[in-house]
Nanobody
């Protein structure tokens, strides 16, 4: 059973930064494509960023390119999403995800974390 545990959300002013974390086992990071999705109130869940098992490939949605960075710390067994230059429209619940592969501009997902709230004030 894959377990994903997010942390790091909170309230931040526009232009600020947050680092989201997702703890999982080393086996999970070696096996699955890992990613971040987000869901704003009243909207569909959308892909934010993903990283391949060997961290050799990353993918980002256009609306976060240049502002967000996805990475894995294999010593701490933690997936990160560094979010910079945050905008009010980035307000959402952010979910850690694991799945078998990238699919076009997104990824397939088998496992989800519980989510962490990010709120950006204007």
């Amino acid at each position: 059973q894959v377990q994903l545990a997010e942390s790091g959300g909170g309230l931040v002013q526009a232009g600020g930064s947050l680092r989201l974390s997702c703890a999982a086992s080393r086996r999970t990071f070696d096996t699955y494509v890992m990613g971040w999705f987000r869901q704003a109130r009243g909207k569909d869940r959308e892909f934010v960023a993903g990283i391949s098992p060997n961290a050799g490939e990353t993918a980002y949605s256009d609306f976060v390119k240049g502002r967000f960075t996805i990475s894995i710390d294999y010593v701490k067994n933690t997936l990160y999403l560094q979010t910079n230059s945050l905008k009010p429209e980035d307000t959402a619940v952010y979910y850690c995800a694991a799945g078998p592969k990238f699919v076009g501009a997104t990824m397939s997902v088998v496992y989800w974390g519980q989510g962490t709230q990010v709120t950006v004030s204007s």
